[in-house]
């Protein structure tokens, strides 16, 4: 397996953990998930990351900008700071 296809199996393990009903969190906290991913990874990750943004409060650190660009290019909302 590939970094990215790594990255990207545990973000499925986390995230679905992390935005169970069940889950005393109301947020969730990503460093860098972008790394090694590829484009369509990131395209993809911003639809989940959004949809769980309307449960969740996210959080996401990295130096990366095609995040933003995959929210941007797909016209969801996102807070960049």
Same mark, same amino acid.
């Given at each position: 397996?590939?970094? /990215?296809?790594l990255?990207? $199996?545990a973000l499925? !393990?986390?995230l679905? +953990?992390?935005?169970a009903?069940?889950?005393? &969190?109301g &947020?969730? %906290?990503i @460093? @860098? *998930?972008?790394?090694?991913?590829? *484009?369509?990874?990131?395209? /993809? $990750?911003?639809?989940v !990351?959004?949809? $769980?943004g309307?449960? +969740?409060? %996210?959080v996401?650190f990295?130096? @990366?900008?095609?995040l933003?660009?995959?929210?941007?290019?797909q016209e969801?909302p996102v807070?960049?700071l």
């Open positions: 397996m590939s970094q /990215g296809e990255h990207s $199996l499925s !393990l986390f679905p +953990r992390a935005a009903p069940d889950s005393p &969190f &947020f969730v %906290v @460093d @860098d *998930p972008v790394q090694s991913m590829d *484009p369509a990874k990131v395209h /993809g $990750l911003a639809k !990351l959004h949809h $769980l309307e449960t +969740r409060q %996210v996401v990295t130096h @990366d900008t095609r933003q660009r995959a929210f941007t290019n969801l807070t960049v």
